[in-house]
C-alpha cells in the first residue's frame, strides 16, 4: 500500500528514530481501512530494512517487533497513518513458575513437530527456534513466524498473560498437527 511504503521510506532515512506501530486489517481487500477495519492490537516495531526487488512497485519492508500496542485512535492517514496507541504489557511468569517451564517445553515439542510435518515451513525456522534460548522471544517468533491465520495471530496478541497465550498456541498447534 502506498501510506505503507510512504511510512517505511520515512523511516529508512532517519535510522535513529525509525519505529512505529503496525496493526492488521481484517479484510485485506480494502485498500484505505479505516479505524474499525484494524485489528485493535498491534506491535511497535523497528525497521530493520528496506528491500527493493527489480520489478517496479515490489518492495519488502523488514520489521523487528519489541512489544504489544493497542490502537485508541487514528489521527491522520496521509501521506501515511498516524494515530494514538498505547502499551499493552504482557504479563509475565516468575522465576520460579514449574508450570511456565513446562509450558515452554511442551511448546518446543510441538513446535518441532508440527515444522517437520509440513512441507510449507521452511526448515530455517527449526534451527532458529532451536537456538532461541529467551522462552518470550521464542513464544512470540513461533506466534508470528508459523502459517497461522491472521485472525489467529490477532487472537494470540490479544492475549496478556503469556501462560495463556502458551496454551492458546498449543491448542492452535494441535489443531494443525491433526489436520
Not at 67 to 87: D, E, F, H, M, N
Amino acid at each position: 500500500r502506498k501510506a505503507s511504503m510512504n511510512l517505511a521510506k520515512k523511516l529508512s532515512k532517519n535510522p535513529k528514530d525509525n519505529i512505529c506501530a503496525i496493526f492488521c486489517q481484517r479484510n485485506s481487500d480494502v485498500d484505505n481501512p479505516a479505524g474499525k477495519e484494524l485489528y485493535e492490537y498491534g506491535v511497535y516495531a523497528r525497521l530493520v530494512r528496506i528491500i527493493e526487488m527489480p520489478t517496479p512497485d515490489n518492495v519488502t519492508a523488514i520489521f523487528q517487533s519489541l512489544g504489544k500496542c493497542r490502537l485508541q485512535k487514528i489521527t491522520g492517514i496521509k501521506p501515511y497513518y498516524k494515530g494514538i496507541v498505547a502499551p499493552s504489557p504482557d504479563e509475565l511468569p516468575t522465576d520460579e513458575d514449574s508450570e511456565f517451564v513446562t509450558l515452554i517445553e511442551d511448546l518446543r515439542a510441538s513446535t518441532e513437530e508440527l515444522i517437520k510435518s509440513s512441507e510449507e515451513i521452511p526448515d530455517d525456522i527449526l534451527m532458529t527456534i532451536k537456538n532461541l534460548t529467551n522462552p518470550i522471544m521464542f513464544t512470540n517468533f513461533v506466534c508470528t513466524n508459523l502459517p497461522l491465520s491472521v485472525k489467529d495471530k490477532i487472537r494470540l496478541l490479544e492475549y496478556g498473560n503469556i501462560k495463556e497465550r502458551i496454551i492458546e498456541l498449543l491448542k492452535i498447534e494441535n489443531r494443525e498437527i491433526q489436520l
